[in-house]
Every structure is written in C-alpha cells, then in structure tokens.
C-alpha cells in the first residue's frame, strides 16, 4: 500500500500557555491550540478542507484526555466531528475538528489561514504527541485528489513544574484614587489552579481562584495580594489614595495639613493644624495653631492653642482655646462659653467689649461717672433719662435695699442708664 501524498500546505503550531504542560488537575486552565497553515510554494492551492485529529486518552502519546473543545478561523468553519459521523477517520481514540471555507474552494496564497482550537483539556501523562492532518486540496479545480493528503504534527507535554509558568502579575485597583465610600475594584493576572488572599487594614480576605475583589474604603490603603506555590508564599502589593480620607483615630507630633475634605474620629496635633477643606472632627486637640479655611464641624472634645476660621466653626461639645480665637463672623453658643485668657469684641475697628488687661468687663458703652469697668460687689444704680430725677440705686454691703426716688417708674417712653460706682 502506496503512503499518503504530502500535503500541499505547510503546517506549524504552538500551545497557549507555551510551553504545554501534562495536566496536574480539574483547575488546570483550558489549553488552545494554534495552527497556522501558510502556502510555501509558487502556485495558489485551493483548500476544501482540513481535519486535525488529536490524539485522546491517558497514554504519553495522548493529547487530549476528553474528546471536547472548540474552534475558530478567519472566514472559515472549524467544528468537532462527533463520534459516528460518516466521514473517512482513522481508528482509534481521537478528538477530531474539521476545518472548512465558508465561501466554496478557498484559495491559499500569501495570507494564509490561522486555525485555532479552544477549551482543549490536555492529558496528565507528560509526552510527544502527534496530531494528524488530512487536507484536501489541489493547484488545479479541475482535478481534486481521490484521497486526502496526510501529515503529521509532533507536540510535546512536559512535566509540571513546582512554581506556575504563568506568572502572577498586574495586580492593580481600576483607579488610583477614589473619594471615601467609593467601592474599589482590584484585578489580577494569574493561574487559576492557585488559591488568593488580598490583605488590607490588617485582615485578610480569602477569594479563592478569583482573579477579581472588591471592597470600599475610607482612606489611603496599601492591599497585598499573597498566594502560595511550591511551598513559598509570594506577595504583590499596590495602593489607593483617598481624596477625602476618614480617619478614625489620628495622633501626629508636628504640623499637619489638610487640603481636601476629611472626615477625623479623634485628632491630635502636636503642631500646627492647617485645613483647606470642609472637616468633620469627632474630637480634636491642637498644641499650636488651628487655621481652617473652610468649614470646621467639631462633635467631640476640643482643646485649641489658637483657632483662625475663615468660613463656618460649629462645635456641638466643649470648645477650650487656651490661645488665641479670633472670629470674624458671628459666634453662637448653645452651651457654655469659656475663655481662660480674654474676651474682646470689636466692630468697625472699634471695641465694643473686652476683657483684655482688666480685672473685670470693660464696655465703653456703658458707663458711670466715668467708670467703664464692672467689678466683683461692684454697686450700680440705674438713672430714668425721660423723667428729670428719677433713678433706681443699689448699695453694696449687707442690709442695704434698692430704692427708687422720684419721678414716675411706669413712663413707657422712659429708659435707663446703667451706673457703675
């Protein structure tokens, strides 16, 4: 019996992942083959089809070890042959795909044809195997050959190494930098046969063969991606910033400064506190100088050196300024209101009240006999300015009594005019 004739075509392949490895098991990724099929001689050959059959079973000489998978081709059909069609195979155990042109004879010339067969699962023994291929074609369309011409491909499985040859890489979040709450989403490339950790914050979080996680965060995090392979553990990290981080706890023993909007549960500064934007503080202590240029929200306990708010101050506890406070808008107070330094309040350039360098409260509004300054048993009386005489005094001592004299008390155009003796 006469062999074959050699095809007409030239045929090469290579696997993806290359090199091929025998199967190690069920979480091995699928495995493609890609054949190229290229016209290396000087006549245009016309191609009806081409059928690959590999190898099937649990032998080195096996291939594949199930008779699955898929295929593709630029402008051509690439289907398995289930088992029982009647079509010439060879004998034995084989995964068998036919390759045909979707527009009747297809002429192979310069361009060639890249067939590629998917989802292929290869055998466990490491081993050559040799696909076969069958091609019908011919330089002349008037006269095709009685029987296919026949060639085989020789590819080798190698043993499994200890360590992935795909290595794990590109472990990154789809954005660098997030606000607070926003969900991040990190991505990796690996081998879906190893189990993955992604650590942040101190606690790991096990994904198993994904190659995706998700969570959301409040400020800057640095994630770790760890994975074990031949008894090593391996480790790739990467970060995401907060535009506006809230930090539950911050202690910094110099300066600080804050230039987005940031959300603090309790801040001590050693320095000076410089904020740009909105903050949100549960309780806040500076040792030096507190400058917000933007709203300042304090919910908790708050000890200040000096304080300089250009926008809103709202504190909802205990505000304490050992410094100075300057304000230049209003102030309101729903509670108590301490100063263990001086008070003073001007408008216009003018002071309209002050404490500064006295021993009591100095108005210069109000006044008597001269006297500006209210002191501790200080004695005041009290002038009606409608009625010429009529006044209301109140010594200072035991046993004295307010006494009005003269004039009318229940004038409703009257006033009065406080007296500080």
Request: contains cysteine.
């Amino acid at each position: 019996m006469s062999e074959p004739d050699a095809p007409l075509l030239d045929y090469a392949i290579i696997s993806e992942p290359f090199p091929l490895y025998a199967s190690t098991g069920a979480d091995d990724p699928a495995t493609a083959l890609h054949i190229v099929v290229s016209n290396g001689g000087g006549d245009t050959v016309y191609c009806r089809e081409i059928v690959f059959s590999l190898p099937e079973g649990d032998l080195a000489q096996s291939l594949v070890e199930a008779d699955a998978g898929d295929g593709q081709a630029p402008d051509w059909t690439v289907q398995r042959i289930e088992p029982g069609t009647q079509t010439i195979l060879p004998p034995g155990d084989y995964a068998h795909f036919a390759a045909k042109p979707k527009a009747g004879d297809a002429a192979v010339d310069v361009s060639g044809i890249t067939i590629t067969l998917e989802n292929l699962k290869i055998s466990s023994r490491p081993g050559t195997a040799r696909i076969e291929i069958r091609e019908v074609a011919t330089t002349n369309t008037d006269k095709w050959p009685e029987n296919p011409h026949f060639t085989r491909l020789a590819l080798t499985k190698f043993p499994a190494p200890k360590i992935p040859v795909m290595a794990v890489s590109d472990f990154t979040a789809d954005s660098q930098e997030v606000a607070a709450g926003t969900t991040v989403r990190l991505t990796w490339n690996g081998p879906s046969t190893l189990d993955y950790t992604v650590s942040h914050g101190g606690t790991p979080h096990t994904v198993g063969k994904s190659h995706e996680y998700n969570t959301t965060i409040d400020r800057d995090t640095t994630f770790q991606l760890s994975y074990v392979t031949g008894g090593t553990t391996h480790y790739l990290t990467t970060t995401v910033t907060v535009k506006n981080p809230k930090l539950t706890g911050l202690e910094v023993d110099g300066g600080l400064t804050v230039t987005g909007s940031t959300g603090v549960a309790g801040l001590t500064v050693g320095g000076g506190l410089s904020v740009t934007g909105a903050t949100d503080v549960q309780g806040l202590t500076v040792n030096k100088d507190l400058t917000a240029k933007q709203a300042l929200t304090v919910s908790g306990s708050t000890e200040l050196q000096a304080l300089t708010v250009d926008k809103d101050l709202s504190a909802k506890a205990t505000l304490t300024v050992t410094g100075a406070a300057g304000v230049t808008g209003a102030l309101t107070v729903g509670g108590f209101l301490q100063a263990n330094s001086d008070i003073t309040v001007a408008y216009g350039g003018t002071t309209k009240f002050t404490t500064s360098g006295l021993t009591g409260i100095e108005a210069p509004y109000v006044s008597v006999n001269g006297n500006g300054v209210a002191h501790d048993k200080s004695s005041i009386h009290l002038e009606n300015g409608w009625l010429g005489g009529g006044y209301l005094w109140a010594h200072d001592g035991l046993g004295d009594e307010a006494e009005v004299h003269n004039g009318e008390t229940d004038n409703a155009r009257s006033f009065w005019t406080v007296h500080i003796a």
